[in-house]
């Protein structure tokens, strides 16, 4: 019985075998789109836990509460926490601080700026990194030891069998030798600890000493011992706070600031999705996986529905061939079967043809999720399983119902060419709509998508972003006097036209002027810095080296300042309070007003912000601007003379506009899926909407011959014909636009500068898919117009 059902199966599919490659196409794209977004959600899902201790690892968090009630969640702590903590609560066994930067290193007279992470000696002990050479409880003893990576290694030995080699970095301002201890694998991509040279963050404490508690900077991770209560470790963390840190808040309340620090522990492995804690590593926002998700689950309903808009069509074709073998004494249960059986035989098929698109569609769709992704790794005995059942899932949902149809079929009808099953197959139209629904609300989303970035691309900064170069002052000469001689060296150079520097990292908080108390940005910067930005100034001057008390005593302030404090008249108002460290109760003077310009991306709205000169804030960032002729000839001038003054580092730049484009690469990247996702829908619903259009087709053939013959012309019989396929189409148009204004409004709210809702954005998709989805159908409707009423009315 079984061959003979597999010789009905593969002669129906000779027979009809464009309609066996929609089939088995149309379904194997929707498997292969779900295959390669189920390794995405198993790589994002999977993130830390392939650690050993992974239960009982816990990261340091902290909520710095400020005095008016305002509140910001950190996943960094500063040096003192760890040991304080460890030191005083017996459930923490272990902790390992995790600090990344940045180092020079010097290998055979070549310079190489490298990313470094300064970790404590019991980073093997908490974490399961596998170490390919070396002893992990000992390999960060000893201050200058080392451990690669093995793509480290081989970038800088050209071999993994790296131990006992040395390399020459530069800490504190000079290169010491530091000795390979250890070489271990590259993290995985499911890793948000990521490194490729570990350093023995004792060096660095030795280096840097500081036992402040009121600053956060870099994680901190600890391992609880079994079964531990983190209500009470929380409270012994804040008594032990209170106690270490009491003249420190004296000192802070003193100053003004009276904010305070509330600490907690958070499972690693939880903290991947974690985007409201600020400086968690790796951090990804889970809406993401979600769209991705999204877009899996429509491509993959969006098939099975074509699968049994096509088999139902089929159904038509087989009818006699079912009333034959029912009054040969096959049952209903026997039909049902076979049927399913060629179902689940084409769901097969089509899933061998997914495996080999996934396959070869997985660079791509690496490259285009921007993630790490490793498929030796995803592939593995719980993925196959994965993918069996979603195999089998989908051939049961797709091809239960086309089954039950053909097994219910009565033979009379069949045999005599009686109705059609399903009758007016309400069910049919209603899975064009979610189809096409579906398909809709991809496409509003990438043409909206496409619009915000344009805005966000396009809308004017504030300053003059082209031929704007910045480079990182190295640590040793963040000064004023060394700043401004680097400054004078670049300038003099025949291809820059102005240079000037500002302060490195970002600074704010509370301030006060007018009488107001509100957040503001701060900068430190030179009189050069508003020429070299091209920085419009709206009101009063720019700093001046003629007037000696602009160093201590004046501030430029933008246009959202003036609007924050509502000062009448900016120029001579006062700024009686800055949240600086160290700042004191001194008053600066406004000076000058500048037009508001973007200092960060356009996703963050302009705040109040306050330039001023004082040595509160560090040096390190100077911005250089270039002329428009011979570019790369500036450019190796300027590397000379970067190398005359600081021989041991390479020179590293970057230019603002393309700092600018990088700003916005996850919207790029973003757009770049859906936009996919949207044009794979497409496909996968027209390859459907072809056969719903066959299935109708098949249906009223007599009709369409009675009504020829009557006289009927083409276009009559056309406009007939296509308005079955086009009013789906339009509820679905009416029931997808509400969900994707609603979708697309909660998303745009997170953007400060935002596209407008445009109507007409809703209208352009809707005549764009109606005009898809009129093309789909032509070909069925012209040849059933054109078919001979004669044949027809003879053959139907």
Same mark, same amino acid.
């Given at each position: 019985?079984?061959?003979?059902?597999?010789?009905?199966?593969?002669?129906?599919?000779?027979?009809?075998?464009?309609?066996?490659?929609?089939?088995?196409?149309?379904?194997?794209?929707?498997?292969?789109?779900?295959?390669?977004?189920?390794?995405?959600?198993?790589?994002?899902?999977?993130?830390?836990?392939?650690?050993? @201790?992974?239960?009982?690892?816990?990261?340091?968090?902290? %909520?710095?509460?400020?005095?008016?009630? $305002? /509140?910001? =969640? #950190?996943? *960094?702590?500063?040096?003192?926490?760890?040991?304080?903590?460890?030191?005083?609560?017996?459930?923490?066994?272990?902790?390992?601080?995790?600090?990344?930067?940045?180092?020079?290193?010097?290998?055979?007279?070549?310079?190489?700026?490298?990313?470094?992470?300064?970790?404590?000696?019991?980073?093997?002990?908490?974490?399961?990194?596998?170490?390919?050479?070396?002893?992990?409880?000992?390999?960060?003893?000893?201050?200058?030891?080392?451990?690669?990576?093995?793509?480290?290694?081989?970038?800088?030995?050209?071999?993994?069998?790296?131990?006992?080699?040395?390399?020459?970095?530069?800490?504190?301002? @000079?290169?010491?030798?530091?000795?390979?201890?250890?070489? %271990?694998?590259?993290?995985?991509?499911? $890793? /948000?600890? =990521? #490194?490729? *040279?570990?350093?023995?963050?004792?060096?660095?404490?030795?280096?840097?000493?500081?036992?402040?508690?009121?600053?956060?900077?870099?994680?901190?991770?600890?391992?609880?011992?079994?079964?531990?209560?983190?209500?009470?470790?929380?409270?012994?963390?804040?008594?032990?706070?209170?106690?270490?840190?009491?003249?420190?808040?004296?000192?802070?309340?003193?100053?003004?600031?009276?904010?305070?620090?509330?600490?907690?522990?958070?499972?690693?492995?939880?903290?991947?999705?974690?985007?409201?804690?600020?400086?968690?590593?790796?951090?990804?926002?889970?809406?993401?996986?979600?769209?991705?998700?999204?877009?899996?689950?429509?491509?993959?309903?969006?098939?099975?529905?074509?699968?049994?808009?096509?088999?139902?069509?089929?159904?038509?074709?087989?009818?006699?061939?079912?009333?034959?073998?029912?009054?040969?004494?096959?049952?209903?249960?026997?039909?049902?079967?076979?049927?399913?059986?060629?179902?689940?035989?084409?769901?097969?098929?089509?899933?061998?043809?997914?495996?080999?698109?996934?396959?070869?569609?997985?660079?791509?769709?690496?490259?285009?999720?921007?993630?790490?992704?490793?498929?030796?790794?995803?592939?593995?005995?719980?993925?196959?399983?994965?993918?069996?059942?979603?195999?089998?899932?989908?051939?049961?949902?797709?091809?239960?119902?086309?089954?039950?149809?053909?097994?219910?079929?009565?033979?009379?009808?069949?045999?005599?060419?009686?109705?059609?099953?399903?009758?007016?197959?309400?069910?049919?139209?209603?899975?064009?709509?979610?189809?096409?629904?579906?398909?809709?609300?991809?496409?509003?989303?990438?043409?909206?998508?496409?619009?915000?970035?344009?805005?966000?691309?396009?809308?004017?900064?504030?300053?003059?972003?082209?031929?704007?170069?910045?480079?990182?002052?190295?640590?040793?000469?963040?000064?004023?006097?060394?700043?401004?001689?680097?400054?004078?060296?670049?300038?003099?150079?025949?291809?820059?036209?102005?240079?000037?520097?500002?302060?490195?990292?970002?600074?704010?908080?509370?301030?006060?002027?007018?009488?107001?108390?509100?957040?503001?940005?701060?900068?430190?910067?030179?009189?050069?810095?508003?020429?070299?930005?091209?920085?419009?100034?709206?009101?009063?001057?720019?700093?001046?080296?003629?007037?000696?008390?602009?160093?201590?005593?004046?501030?430029?302030?933008?246009?959202?300042?003036?609007?924050?404090?509502?000062?009448?008249?900016?120029?001579?108002?006062?700024?009686?309070?800055?949240?600086?460290?160290?700042?004191?109760?001194?008053?600066?003077?406004?000076?000058?007003?500048?037009?508001?310009?973007?200092?960060?991306?356009?996703?963050?709205?302009?705040?109040?912000?306050?330039?001023?000169?004082?040595?509160?804030?560090?040096?390190?960032?100077?911005?250089?601007?270039?002329?428009?002729?011979?570019?790369?000839?500036?450019?190796?001038?300027?590397?000379?003379?970067?190398?005359?003054?600081?021989?041991?580092?390479?020179?590293?730049?970057?230019?603002?506009?393309?700092?600018?484009?990088?700003?916005?690469?996850?919207?790029?990247?973003?757009?770049?899926?859906?936009?996919?996702?949207?044009?794979?829908?497409?496909?996968?619903?027209?390859?459907?909407?072809?056969?719903?259009?066959?299935?109708?087709?098949?249906?009223?053939?007599?009709?369409?011959?009675?009504?020829?013959?009557?006289?009927?012309?083409?276009?009559?019989?056309?406009?007939?014909?296509?308005?079955?396929?086009?009013?789906?189409?339009?509820?679905?148009?009416?029931?997808?636009?509400?969900?994707?204004?609603?979708?697309?409004?909660?998303?745009?709210?997170?953007?400060?500068?935002?596209?407008?809702?445009?109507?007409?954005?809703?209208?352009?998709?809707?005549?764009?898919?109606?005009?898809?989805?009129?093309?789909?159908?032509?070909?069925?409707?012209?040849?059933?117009?054109?078919?001979?009423?004669?044949?027809?009315?003879?053959?139907?």
């Amino acid at each position: 019985m079984f061959w003979h059902y597999l010789k009905s199966f593969t002669r129906s599919l000779s027979r009809h075998r464009w309609i066996a490659a929609i089939h088995i196409g149309g379904l194997g794209l929707g498997l292969a789109c779900s295959m390669l977004i189920l390794l995405y959600l198993k790589n994002e899902l999977s993130f830390d836990d392939f650690h050993r @201790h992974k239960d009982d690892i816990y990261q340091l968090v902290c %909520t710095r509460i400020e005095q008016d009630g $305002s /509140s910001e =969640r #950190f996943a *960094i702590a500063a040096q003192v926490q760890g040991p304080a903590f460890k030191q005083g609560i017996p459930e923490i066994a272990e902790y390992v601080r995790v600090m990344p930067g940045d180092v020079v290193i010097k290998d055979h007279g070549q310079l190489f700026n490298e990313k470094v992470t300064w970790v404590d000696t019991a980073f093997f002990t908490i974490f399961s990194f596998p170490i390919r050479s070396g002893n992990p409880a000992v390999v960060l003893r000893d201050y200058h030891s080392m451990v690669l990576s093995e793509s480290a290694a081989v970038k800088y030995f050209g071999t993994t069998a790296a131990t006992g080699k040395q390399l020459l970095l530069e800490v504190g301002g @000079h290169f010491e030798s530091f000795v390979v201890s250890g070489v %271990t694998q590259d993290p995985p991509s499911n $890793s /948000s600890i =990521r #490194f490729t *040279i570990l350093l023995p963050y004792s060096y660095y404490e030795k280096l840097n000493p500081d036992n402040g508690w009121m600053w956060v900077s870099y994680p901190t991770y600890f391992l609880l011992s079994v079964h531990t209560d983190i209500a009470a470790i929380r409270r012994k963390m804040q008594q032990i706070y209170a106690s270490r840190a009491h003249e420190e808040i004296d000192l802070n309340n003193l100053a003004g600031y009276h904010n305070r620090f509330e600490w907690d522990l958070l499972p690693m492995a939880g903290m991947h999705f974690r985007k409201d804690y600020s400086g968690t590593p790796g951090a990804s926002d889970p809406v993401y996986m979600y769209i991705l998700a999204g877009i899996a689950l429509f491509v993959l309903v969006i098939a099975c529905i074509n699968f049994i808009h096509l088999s139902v069509a089929q159904a038509l074709k087989r009818s006699r061939e079912i009333g034959i073998r029912k009054i040969a004494g096959s049952t209903q249960r026997q039909l049902l079967w076979q049927y399913l059986g060629e179902s689940i035989a084409m769901c097969c098929v089509a899933a061998l043809l997914a495996l080999l698109l996934a396959v070869a569609a997985f660079p791509a769709f690496r490259e285009m999720t921007g993630k790490s992704l490793e498929l030796p790794r995803l592939v593995d005995w719980k993925f196959a399983i994965e993918l069996v059942f979603l195999v089998l899932l989908t051939a049961l949902c797709s091809g239960f119902y086309p089954a039950r149809r053909l097994a219910a079929f009565k033979p009379a009808d069949t045999l005599r060419g009686g109705p059609a099953p399903g009758g007016r197959n309400r069910l049919v139209r209603v899975l064009v709509v979610v189809q096409f629904g579906l398909a809709i609300i991809l496409m509003t989303a990438t043409l909206f998508l496409y619009a915000q970035l344009n805005v966000l691309i396009t809308t004017a900064t504030g300053y003059d972003a082209k031929d704007l170069l910045s480079f990182t002052v190295p640590d040793g000469v963040r000064d004023r006097p060394l700043m401004e001689y680097y400054e004078s060296a670049f300038v003099h150079e025949p291809g820059v036209i102005d240079a000037g520097y500002q302060n490195i990292g970002k600074f704010g908080g509370k301030t006060v002027s007018n009488g107001k108390t509100f957040r503001a940005v701060y900068a430190r910067v030179d009189d050069h810095y508003l020429p070299t930005m091209r920085i419009v100034l709206s009101q009063g001057r720019n700093f001046s080296a003629s007037f000696p008390s602009d160093a201590s005593g004046s501030a430029v302030v933008n246009e959202s300042f003036v609007r924050e404090a509502g000062v009448p008249v900016p120029i001579g108002a006062t700024i009686d309070y800055l949240d600086i460290p160290g700042w004191g109760l001194r008053k600066l003077t406004v000076i000058g007003v500048v037009k508001d310009y973007h200092y960060a991306s356009l996703k963050e709205p302009i705040e109040p912000m306050v330039l001023l000169q004082d040595d509160a804030l560090p040096l390190g960032k100077m911005w250089v601007r270039l002329r428009s002729t011979d570019l790369p000839k500036t450019l190796v001038a300027l590397d000379k003379v970067y190398h005359r003054l600081d021989a041991n580092r390479p020179f590293q730049y970057d230019f603002a506009d393309e700092a600018n484009r990088r700003a916005y690469e996850p919207e790029r990247r973003w757009r770049l899926i859906i936009g996919s996702g949207a044009l794979l829908t497409i496909l996968v619903a027209c390859t459907g909407l072809f056969g719903f259009s066959l299935f109708t087709i098949q249906r009223r053939k007599k009709e369409i011959g009675l009504r020829k013959a009557l006289g009927a012309s083409g276009w009559q019989l056309f406009s007939l014909m296509a308005s079955d396929f086009t009013r789906p189409v339009s509820v679905a148009f009416v029931v997808a636009v509400p969900v994707s204004y609603v979708l697309l409004h909660r998303w745009l709210e997170a953007y400060p500068y935002r596209v407008q809702l445009s109507w007409w954005r809703f209208g352009l998709v809707g005549l764009i898919v109606l005009s898809i989805a009129l093309l789909t159908v032509s070909y069925h409707v012209f040849r059933a117009i054109r078919a001979s009423p004669a044949h027809v009315l003879k053959t139907s």
